[in-house]
């Protein structure tokens, strides 16, 4: 362990000195065994169980727990509210707000789900939007437990190819560590001696992430204010970040859990955004990934609260999680006591008013019928770049939302043949496609028939031809076309339809160069991530949001105010609520029987 090392943990303000003592001493006694190789992998296990448990410890803090001291205004009791979204983030915070007493409307310019995208296809569910869960998903979990829809199967196998092993896939391991050794500069270390690296730096990540964000999941999604000289921290890229604090070999494990996910790349992605998703929950999760036993008891793939250890992904889908939201909501509206729920798919909005009285909505429903309407509150649940068109716009809300900027991702459903019949892992990846940046080519793959037979032996599925194959495809860039200011509004269409053929003839050549035949695909384009650049982010910019929650009769939730992920944006909207809730007891501005006040669902 470097000086640097010991120094950071046993500097830490929030661990008792004898625990810290007591931490090191296990990384030493442990560093040992793993360097003269001596019962490798109970040293593995017991390092794991160190870390889990410093991922874990509570941070007791004096300062307030909401990311600010109060919002600008929030629904007030018997507003009458519209959500403009279906997606994760509307269809949860409508379900919210209907159980607070609200009436509530959706309307949205597709159907419920947004890129919660499940296709149920050859006897399994294939997501094609959301799709992981992780250990920190806890709200998640909640929810799914509620709707009786939390059985989920475990990502165990991953096959990794790059340039240097295009016929013969590696271990996600090997990988792992031969990245490790190339960011460290020790090409030649030993897999031990990496190994013990990447869980020092990993130790080190948690102590500066619960440095810079103290222990915020028992608050909500954003932490308290930063200061300024931490948001100049936080706005670091991702890859300085590591290199100012020594913590080199997680490189590559944010490559998989970042970039790999379409979040961007550590050279230019802020730390706060990395630290946002990689939480000391989901890192500890990761390194799960990477120990030396290959196969992990079923006792131990769960955590207390139902979360997985590692990464799983739901047997129903996020999307049977929405619409049964939706279906619950709509049926309570039915009783004496319940106001409306209302939703409506496939709307296209042509006005969206907010004056001092009230909000004002003019949509054309799918057979072009025009509706207008009047509610008192709106809930933005769709990035806001995406309707400006249509939203009468403030400066301030042009301030605050003008440094956004996304990227694209396309997902592909895919039948295919092998020129041969073998054994295949579930999940491969592509690394150096995603390490070069190599726009649209193919990062990942995932066949989810394969999944379900790792995760329940001896099932068997009844396909109509058995020879053939399903995967899901992922292919991503890091820029969107939406973004490009020298494209013709007139000619955009064009261009999104030639990004569609180009990937889909990527996919197509490198499936045919792995001896897969291409039979039939089913392609979806996402407009992925809308995020604020690292000048936004030092100025404190979601925190700024915010505080501005409720002006305009507006509030906005999902990913461009915090985080393109179902637990974020669940996070986000539970944290709203207490805040706002926080402020009504005094106020008289939460809406709502006695016995429906907002809480977490932690």
């Known amino acids: 362990m470097s000086a640097e090392a010991g120094?950071?943990?046993?500097?830490?303000?929030?661990?008792?000195?004898?625990?810290?003592?007591?931490?090191?001493?296990?990384?030493?006694?442990?560093?040992?065994?793993?360097?003269?190789?001596?019962?490798?992998?109970?040293?593995?296990?017991?390092?794991?169980?160190?870390?889990?448990?410093f991922s874990n410890l509570p941070i007791h803090e004096s300062a307030s727990p909401f990311p600010v001291k109060a919002l600008s205004g929030?629904?007030?009791?018997?507003?009458?509210?519209?959500?403009?979204?279906?997606?994760?983030?509307?269809?949860?915070?409508?379900?919210?707000?209907?159980?607070?007493?609200?009436?509530?409307?959706?309307?949205?310019?597709?159907?419920?789900?947004?890129?919660?995208?499940?296709?149920?296809?050859?006897?399994?569910?294939?997501?094609?939007?959301?799709?992981?869960?992780?250990?920190?998903?806890?709200?998640?979990?909640?929810?799914?437990?509620?709707?009786?829809?939390?059985?989920?199967?475990?990502?165990?196998n991953r096959t990794v190819w790059t340039d240097e092993n295009k016929d013969v896939g590696k271990k996600l391991r090997d990988w792992v560590y031969k990245?490790?050794?190339?960011?460290?500069?020790?090409?030649?270390?030993?897999?031990?001696?990496?190994?013990?690296?990447?869980?020092?730096?990993?130790?080190?990540?948690?102590?500066?992430?619960?440095?810079?964000?103290?222990?915020?999941?028992?608050?909500?999604?954003?932490?308290?204010?930063?200061?300024?000289?931490?948001?100049?921290?936080?706005?670091?890229?991702?890859?300085?970040?590591?290199?100012?604090?020594?913590?080199?070999?997680?490189?590559?494990?944010?490559?998989?859990?970042?970039?790999?996910?379409?979040?961007?790349?550590?050279?230019?992605?802020?730390?706060?955004?990395?630290?946002?998703w990689v939480t000391p929950k989901l890192i500890n999760g990761l390194i799960e990934m990477l120990k030396v036993r290959k196969v992990l008891s079923r006792k131990r793939l769960r955590n207390r609260h139902g979360t997985p250890k590692a990464i799983t992904t739901l047997k129903n889908?996020?999307?049977?999680?929405?619409?049964?939201?939706?279906?619950q909501c709509q049926e309570q509206s039915q009783e004496p006591s319940k106001k409306p729920f209302t939703v409506v798919e496939n709307a296209q909005i042509t006005r969206l008013q907010r004056d001092d009285d009230a909000v004002t909505i003019e949509y054309c429903l799918e057979d072009l019928t025009p509706v207008s309407d009047k509610f008192d509150f709106v809930v933005m649940a769709v990035p806001i770049p995406q309707i400006k068109g249509t939203l009468d716009m403030r400066e301030d809300e042009k301030r605050l939302f003008s440094s956004l900027h996304e990227s694209t991702f396309i997902t592909s459903l895919v039948d295919y043949t092998p020129a041969k019949?073998?054994?295949?892992?579930?999940?491969?990846?592509?690394?150096?496609?995603?390490?070069?940046?190599?726009?649209?080519?193919?990062w990942a793959t995932r066949d989810t028939h394969q999944l379900v037979r790792e995760n329940e032996e001896g099932v068997k599925f009844e396909l109509e031809r058995p020879e053939m194959g399903t995967l899901v495809a992922y292919q991503y860039k890091s820029h969107s076309l939406h973004d490009d200011a020298t494209i013709a509004e007139g000619s955009l269409d064009d261009?999104?339809?030639?990004?569609?053929?180009?990937?889909?003839?990527?996919?197509?050549?490198?499936?045919?160069?792995?001896?897969?035949?291409?039979?039939?695909?089913?392609?979806h384009r996402?407009?992925?991530?809308?995020?604020?650049?690292?000048?936004?982010?030092?100025?404190?910019?979601?925190?700024?949001?915010?505080?501005?929650?409720?002006?305009?009769?507006?509030?906005?939730?999902g990913a461009c105010v915090c985080f393109e992920s179902i637990n974020a944006i669940i996070d986000y909207n539970e944290q709203l609520?207490?805040?706002?809730?926080?402020?009504?007891?005094?106020?008289?501005?939460?809406?709502?029987?006695?016995?429906?006040?907002?809480?977490?669902?932690?």
């Open 74 to 156: 929030g629904p007030q009791a018997g507003d009458k509210v519209l959500v403009v979204g279906a997606g994760p983030a509307g269809v949860h915070m409508a379900m919210k707000l209907h159980r607070l007493g609200h009436e509530v409307t959706i309307v949205d310019k597709s159907i419920v789900g947004g890129k919660a995208k499940s296709v149920d296809y050859r006897n399994v569910v294939h997501e094609m939007g959301a799709c992981y869960l992780s250990p920190d998903y806890e709200l998640v979990v909640q929810l799914l437990q509620e709707f009786e829809l939390s059985e989920q199967y475990t990502v165990r």
């Open 421 to 442: 019949q073998g054994k295949e892992t579930s999940i491969d990846n592509w690394m150096d496609n995603i390490v070069l940046d190599r726009p649209m080519q193919v």
């Open 179 to 276: 990245a490790a050794k190339e960011a460290k500069g020790e090409p030649k270390a030993s897999d031990s001696h990496i190994a013990f690296e990447i869980f020092s730096d990993t130790f080190n990540y948690i102590s500066h992430h619960r440095r810079l964000l103290k222990n915020y999941s028992e608050t909500g999604f954003l932490p308290p204010r930063p200061d300024k000289e931490q948001l100049d921290e936080l706005q670091m890229s991702i890859k300085d970040f590591f290199e100012e604090h020594d913590i080199k070999t997680l490189k590559p494990i944010f490559q998989l859990a970042y970039t790999l996910q379409g979040y961007g790349f550590v050279e230019e992605e802020p730390i706060l955004y990395g630290m946002l």
């Open 526 to 557: 996402w407009r992925y991530f809308p995020r604020h650049d690292r000048k936004a982010i030092s100025e404190g910019v979601l925190w700024d949001i915010m505080e501005k929650q409720g002006k305009h009769r507006t509030w906005y939730v």
């Open 577 to 602: 609520l207490k805040v706002w809730n926080s402020q009504g007891r005094q106020e008289g501005g939460v809406a709502g029987d006695e016995d429906e006040k907002v809480t977490s669902m932690l």
């Open 495 to 523: 261009k999104v339809e030639e990004e569609k053929t180009d990937a889909s003839d990527m996919l197509t050549k490198l499936l045919q160069r792995h001896g897969k035949t291409v039979h039939r695909s089913e392609q």
């Open 7 to 53: 120094c950071t943990v046993t500097g830490l303000s929030t661990l008792s000195h004898s625990f810290s003592c007591l931490l090191i001493s296990c990384m030493w006694i442990l560093h040992i065994c793993l360097v003269s190789s001596t019962f490798p992998q109970t040293a593995f296990s017991a390092m794991q169980e160190v870390l889990e448990i």
């Open 317 to 327: 889908g996020f999307l049977s999680l929405f619409q049964d939201i939706v279906k």
